[in-house]
T-cell receptor, first 112, second 112 residues
Framework: SQQGEEDPQALSIQEGENATMNCSYKTSINNLQWYRQNSGRGLVHLILIRSNEREKHSGRLRVTLDTSKKSSSLLITASRAADTASYFCATDEAGGGNKLTFGTGTQLKVEL | EAGVAQSPRYKIIEKRQSVAFWCNPISGHATLYWYQQILGQGPKLLIQFQNNGVVDDSQLPKDRFSAERLKGVDSTLKIQPAKLEDSAVYLC??????????FGQGTRLTVV
């Protein structure tokens, strides 16, 4: 079963614009992770936010976490064509022994 | 550091045949995951190992899928007999406790 539901399923923006993706999940977590997947390739880790953190930055990425609403968002600022990929959130469930469960993903297309 | 190695990269088999996938995780990573990713969907956890013990295999179709992790290092995932709906990318990942996962490039399986 999928732990997270991501919204939107697909997003198309122009280069230079910001892209926001949302993730909702169901259970208590130790941390929440965001991954990127280029077509036909493996997943690459982007950022990890722990359950006691509310916001985290890494370069052009900004992640927020609201554990009371069981939701997270990923913001990519000043997007580039190279950011075109699928983005997934994944939750490390509390008490789950490091079990990592992925969401449904957002397909981002950045056009020139 | 060397990444997660998977082989083969591609495999085409007929239904009812058997197939095996191999994964070599990053050295020192106790946790190893096998995921199934059907086109357009998020990765679905099939089985998770901690060293050579199974932590979670609740979504592994045990009538046809099996997995083992020898000596807590390499792992193999087997399907016997394969069905058309097993066509997917099979991803292996490894991690340290409470850290993000590193993924291999995956094995793309086509069952005809």
């Amino acid at each position: 079963s999928q732990q997270g539901e991501e919204d939107p399923q697909a997003l198309s923006i122009q280069e230079g614009e910001n892209a926001t993706m949302n993730c909702s999940y169901k259970t208590s977590i130790n941390n929440l992770q965001w991954y990127r997947q280029n077509s036909g390739r493996g997943l690459v880790h982007l950022i990890l936010i722990r359950s006691n953190e509310r916001e985290k930055h890494s370069g052009r990425l900004r992640v927020t976490l609201d554990t009371s609403k069981k939701s997270s968002s990923l913001l990519i600022t000043a997007s580039r064509a190279a950011d075109t990929a699928s983005y997934f959130c994944a939750t490390d469930e509390a008490g789950g022994g490091n079990k990592l469960t992925f969401g449904t993903g957002t397909q981002l297309k950045v056009e020139l | 550091e060397a990444g997660v190695a998977q082989s083969p990269r591609y495999k085409i088999i007929e239904k009812r045949q058997s197939v095996a996938f191999w994964c070599n995780p990053i050295s020192g990573h106790a946790t190893l995951y096998w995921y199934q990713q059907i086109l357009g969907q998020g990765p679905k956890l099939l089985i998770q190992f901690q060293n050579n013990g199974v932590v979670d295999d609740s979504q592994l179709p045990k009538d046809r899928f099996s997995a083992e992790r020898l000596k807590g290092v390499d792992s193999t995932l087997k399907i016997q007999p394969a069905k058309l709906e097993d066509s997917a990318v099979y991803l292996c990942a490894s991690s340290l406790p409470r850290q993000w996962a590193f993924f291999g490039q995956g094995t793309r399986l086509t069952v005809v």
